[in-house]
């Protein structure tokens, strides 16, 4: 302090002065045109600028954050997710591992190429793109009917494509396909002359909702056929509906545990049932233990 109640000295390095500097810009505490960290700190003092600790964010509040950034890096609007991405690097609760991701896509964020697709989709202009799945393997596809779907926090392209190699639904639904959209490479879509289908294949599938869940169920819109209580059966709802995707229906029904049975067709119903016992097996002792 050089002189009392009039100045002080603050031991910060070129980092920090930096930072200080950018902070008096956007608040606005200037002189002239210049940052003026004098005036920030007395802005500070005086109660005109509050300071608020940086470390009280839950991880919940990260993590839904975070969500949004990728939602928005799926639907191509990156301007935006660049805005949530410098948000969330603010913060001093962020983790390691999420804040090199964050600073890793903002040193080179995402191509849109979302507007291509909605574009072909508006159209209905079938395509072909290139698609690496969770191995990391290439698969390239011929698509005549596509929409984006939301699920379980990502966006999905569910597709009719040519191609059926490596599909492991049932023959019915072999054509289906579900594509992550940040695992579709940037300039992968390619237009194709031919006919667009007029939706993804179906098939009705009956299951009956039991207890508590048979009075919670609500109607999926466009997709349930029949829904209604079976009279000569306690608390039971009968459903009817087509899906698309064993794989999606089953990740939707597991975890109503017994409060959920799958009645027909049998394909389904036996396919279901296998999961279950490979799922029995799993908690099965060990007898090397």
């Given at each position: 302090m050089t002189?009392?109640?009039?100045?002080?000295?603050?031991s910060?390095?070129?980092?920090?002065?930096?930072?200080?500097?950018?902070?008096a810009l956007?608040?606005?505490a200037t002189?002239?045109?210049?940052?003026?960290?004098?005036k920030?700190?007395?802005?500070?003092?005086?109660?005109k600028?509050?300071v608020?600790?940086?470390?009280d964010?839950?991880?919940d509040?990260?993590?839904a954050?975070d969500?949004a950034?990728r939602?928005?890096?799926d639907?191509?609007q990156?301007?935006?997710?660049?805005?949530l991405a410098?948000?969330?690097?603010?913060r001093n609760?962020?983790s390691l591992?999420?804040?090199n991701?964050?600073?890793q896509f903002?040193a080179?964020?995402?191509?849109?190429w979302?507007q291509?697709?909605?574009r072909l989709?508006?159209r209905?202009q079938p395509?072909?793109l290139s698609y690496?799945d969770?191995?990391?393997r290439i698969?390239n596809?011929?698509?005549?009917?596509?929409?984006?779907a939301?699920?379980?926090?990502r966006?999905?392209l569910?597709c009719w494509?040519?191609?059926?190699?490596g599909?492991q639904d049932?023959?019915?639904?072999?054509?289906?396909?579900?594509?992550?959209?940040d695992?579709?490479?940037?300039?992968?879509?390619?237009?194709?002359?031919?006919s667009?289908?007029?939706?993804l294949d179906f098939i009705?599938?009956?299951f009956?909702?039991?207890?508590?869940?048979?009075f919670a169920?609500?109607?999926?819109?466009?997709?349930?056929?029949?829904n209604?209580?079976?009279?000569?059966r306690?608390q039971?709802?009968?459903?009817?509906?087509?899906i698309?995707?064993?794989f999606?229906?089953?990740?939707e029904?597991?975890?109503?545990g017994?409060?959920c049975v799958?009645?027909?067709?049998?394909s389904v119903?036996?396919?279901f049932r296998?999961?279950?016992?490979?799922?029995?097996q799993?908690?099965?002792?060990?007898p090397?233990q």
């Amino acid at each position: 302090m050089t002189r009392k109640g009039r100045a002080i000295t603050l031991s910060i390095n070129d980092r920090q002065k930096a930072q200080l500097e950018q902070l008096a810009l956007e608040l606005g505490a200037t002189w002239g045109e210049k940052a003026n960290i004098s005036k920030l700190v007395k802005d500070i003092a005086d109660n005109k600028l509050r300071v608020a600790a940086n470390h009280d964010w839950t991880a919940d509040r990260l993590h839904a954050l975070d969500q949004a950034r990728r939602v928005l890096i799926d639907m191509g609007q990156i301007q935006s997710a660049i805005v949530l991405a410098h948000l969330l690097l603010e913060r001093n609760e962020l983790s390691l591992p999420l804040r090199n991701e964050i600073e890793q896509f903002i040193a080179a964020p995402v191509i849109p190429w979302r507007q291509e697709i909605d574009r072909l989709i508006r159209r209905e202009q079938p395509f072909q793109l290139s698609y690496q799945d969770a191995a990391d393997r290439i698969w390239n596809f011929t698509i005549r009917y596509a929409k984006v779907a939301n699920r379980e926090e990502r966006q999905y392209l569910d597709c009719w494509c040519e191609e059926t190699d490596g599909s492991q639904d049932l023959p019915e639904l072999i054509h289906n396909r579900s594509l992550r959209l940040d695992r579709i490479p940037d300039a992968a879509i390619t237009p194709i002359s031919g006919s667009w289908r007029s939706g993804l294949d179906f098939i009705p599938v009956e299951f009956h909702v039991l207890n508590q869940l048979a009075f919670a169920y609500r109607t999926k819109k466009n997709l349930d056929m029949v829904n209604e209580w079976i009279p000569d059966r306690h608390q039971t709802r009968r459903i009817i509906r087509t899906i698309s995707s064993t794989f999606w229906f089953f990740r939707e029904v597991f975890p109503y545990g017994a409060d959920c049975v799958i009645v027909s067709p049998d394909s389904v119903r036996d396919r279901f049932r296998k999961e279950v016992c490979k799922l029995y097996q799993a908690y099965e002792p060990d007898p090397a233990q």
